[in-house]
C-alpha cells in the first residue's frame, strides 16, 4: 500500500481541487454501506488527537462525524488543524470501538482551505461558554457548534412544520410587498425608504394585504420579515423579525381564531416531538406540551387574578413582560400548560381595524403568552367598510387617507381573522432561550447593523 | 317546512353574523358527505340565475363550488347579487343533473357582507379579458377569478416544491437580514434605508449570508426578497422581487451546481405535474419536461452559434432578450427542452467573487434560459481569502472595505457555489405568462409603488 499523501493547495487560485482518482464523496452518515471499501469524504476538521503513533482526525460534513486514522508520522510538519476543510479518501472497515461503528483508514488527505490560526472559539467548543456577540460575529464556526446549529435546524423544522400545517388547511401562500407607501397601524415606527423620487417605508404588518388576501382566496398565510424602527435593544424586540402570518375567511368570533392557533401549535409541536425529539430534550426537560387545553381568559378577568394573587396594582390598559409570565405561572398552574390566550384587549390600544368584543370597549383581539413571553397578537378583524370609516374617525384619521384599502371592503370581504407568531421569539419558547438574538442569524436592533 | 329565510345585515358592527341553529360550516367539497341532510355552507355568490319559478345560486369557496336552489319568489327584493359574501343554510341531497352531483334547497341565506353596486369585473369573468393594472388594482377580486387564483395557487405549490425538494436533499433554510450596511456587488441600484440616525440599505442578494450560512450548515437556501433599484418598467424586471437561494458547499466546479439545478427543477416540475397537471394543461401544450437532458453550453460557443445560425454579430460580453430566444430555440431543435445553461460568461461582468473558468477570462457562473427567458444566475464562487482580494483589487476596490466579509473566509471555508432562481419568472415560464407583474401580487417597479 502506499503510503498517505497530504496535499496542501498553494496560496493561489485552486482550479482543480479535487482528489483525483477513485468514488464520487459521499456523504459521511452512509459509509457504513461501503464497508469494506473505498470512500470520499469532505468536511471539517472537527477534533484533531495525535498519540504517540497514530493520529485520530474526526471528519464533520452536514450528515455526521467520521473517525479516520493516520500514523502520526505521515502527518509530518502539514500543520493540520482543527476547522481547516478537508477532503479525506480512505478505506473504511467496521471498528466497534468508534462511535459510528467504523473507522476510516486514510490514504490521502487534501486541505481544500485552511482556518486561520487563531479563532475566537472551536466549533467543537460548547457554545454556551461563547458570549453571544461573538457567535454573532463568527456566524459561519458558531453555525458548526452542535448549540447554535441546533437552533437554526429547529428553526428551519419550526417553519416547514408550519407551513405543512397551513397547506394541509387549505391556506395558499402568498407573498406581498414590503415596500409600501405608508403604514397600516397609523404611520409611526416605519423605516423609510429612499425610493427613486419618492419616499416609501419597509412593512411593519402585511395585514392589509392578508385580508385583501382572505377575500381573493379565503385562507392565507405569509412567512417574511416586517420591520419596526422602535429605538429598542431588549433581548424580546428587533426592528427586523419573522413574521409568521395567518389570515382566515368565515369566522364567528376571535374564539375560532384561538382555537385554531391551539390546533395548528399542536400539529407543529407535535411534528418536532416526533422528528426532533432528541434535540427538544438537550433543551427542555419535556417534549413540547399540546397545546388543545391552553386556557382562553378575558383581559378583565386577568387584571383582577393579577391583583388578587400577585398584588399587581399597576396594570391598566396593557400586561407587562412581568405580568405575562405571572399569568403563566397561573396557567400552568391550573391547566398544566404554561401558555394563556389573553382576549379583549381594550380596543383603543388595538389598531383602527380590530373587531370590537361587546360594547364595553373591548377589542375582540388576543396575545398568546407562552412560557412566560407573548409569542402571537391576533384576533378577529372589522370586515363592513363602513365599521372601519367609523373606527378610523373614533381614532381622528380622515378614512379618505385610507381609501386605497377601504375600497377593497367592497369587492366581497367575508368575516375574518388571524394571527401572526413571531418565529424568533417561537423559536426561543421552544428551546428555552433567554434572548431574541439567539434565534436570529444577524439580528438588527437600534444599535445592531452588521454583519 | 318553513318558508326560506334571508336576512342581510344592519349596517353597523355586525356582532353575530351566524345562523343560530344547526351544524357547523362545512367545506363545499365534503357536501356529498353530508347527502341527505342540513349543510351550512358560506362563500361568495359566484353565479346566480333567476328563472320563473326557480333561483340558482352558486356558492364558491376556498375548496370548490356548490349549486343552490330557491323559488325565485323567495328572494324578493333582497337584491341578493353576484360578489356578496353569504352564508347559506340547506339540505343537500343528490342531483344527477348538477356537475357536482349534488343541490342544495337553501331554507336560509344570511348576507354577510354586501359588495358594491359597481364592480369593475366579476370573478366569473375571464381574467384574460380584463387588463392586467385592472387585476392588480383589484387583488380581492381578480385572485377570485379562476385563471389568477390559479396563478397564485401554482406559485405557492412551486414554493412548497422547491423548499421540499431542498429539505430532502439535506439543505438547511436560512433566514438572513435585509437591512444591510453595503451591497454585495458593489454599491450600485441599492436602496437607501434611514436607519435610525444612519444610513442602511435593502439588500440586493444574501450572496454573503449565504455563503457564510454554507461554511456553516454546508448546504443553505433562503426564500426571500431582494431589491434593486433599477429604473426600469419593463416585463422582465421588479425592484423587489422573490428569490428562490441555493448554496452548498464541497463542489468540484459550476458543473455540479448544473447539474444539481436539473435535478432539484426536474423534481419540482415532477410534483407539479402531478399535482396540479390540470391546471399545468390549462396554460401549456404539453406537462413540465425533465429538465435532466438540459443542455450546458459554452458562453463563446453561444455567441458562435448566434452568430452562424441567427446573423448575431452585435453581441459581446452579454446575451441580450432576444439572444435568449433564439437559444432556447436552438436547444429545443437539439435536445428536445426549450431550455439550455450558459456557461463561462465573462468575468469581468460578473461579481467580484466569482471563480474563474481557465485563464482566458471566462467565469465559472452561468444562466439558465428556460423558454426564452433567463430564470436563474449562479456558479463557483472563490473560496480562498487571498483569491477574493486579488478579485477585489483587480477592480480597483479595496479589500479593507469587505474585511467584515473576508474575515469569514478564515472559518473554514469549503469551494461552494449556488444560484439564485426568481420566482416570478419561474412561475411566468410553468404558465406561459408574458409578464412578470402577472406573477406578483403587488408588483414594484420604477412608477410603482401602491396597491
Redesign the interface.
Known sequence: MAPPQIVV?A?????D??VTTAAR?I?IENISEFIPGEVRL???IYRLRILGKTAFVILR???GEAQCVIASEALGDHKLKV???A?ILGSVRAEPRSKTGCEVDISEIRV??R??QR?PFQ?AAQAESVGLETLIQ???????TEAV?DI??M??AL??SF?DAL?RR?F??????????GGTEGGSNL??????D?V?Y?AQSPQF?KE??V?????VYET??V?R?E?HASSRHL??Y?SLDVEF??I?GPEDVVQFERELLTDIFENLNQKYGDVIKKYRADLLPSMLGVACWEFDACLEMLRSEFGRTDLEDDLDPEAERQLCQRAARETGIPAVFVLGFPLAARPFYT??R?SSGAASSFDLLFQGLEITTGGQR???R??LEAALRSRSIEPANFE?HLA????????HGGFAIG?ERLTCQVLNLQNVRQA?????D?YK???
Open positions: 493547495p496560496n493561489s487560485v485552486l482550479r481541487c479535487t464523496r456523504f469532505k468536511g471539517w460534513d452536514c450528515s476547522e481547516d476543510v477532503e481544500l482551505n482556518a486561520g479563532l466549533s463568527y456566524r459561519p464556526l458558531s453555525l458548526r446549529g437554526f435546524r428553526q428551519a417553519l416547514a407551513r397547506n387549505r395558499t401562500e402568498i407573498v406581498t410587498s414590503k415596500i409600501v407607501s423605516f423609510e425608504i429612499k425610493y427613486f419618492r416609501a419597509l394585504y385583501h388576501g377575500a381573493g382566496l379565503e385562507r417574511a420579515h420591520y424602527a429605538p426592528t427586523e419573522y375567511g368565515f364567528d373587531a370590537p361587546g372589522l370586515h363592513l363602513e365599521d386605497s377593497m371592503f367592497d369587492l366581497g370581504m367575508p368575516p418565529l436570529v442569524l444577524y439580528p438588527r437600534r447593523l452588521t454583519p
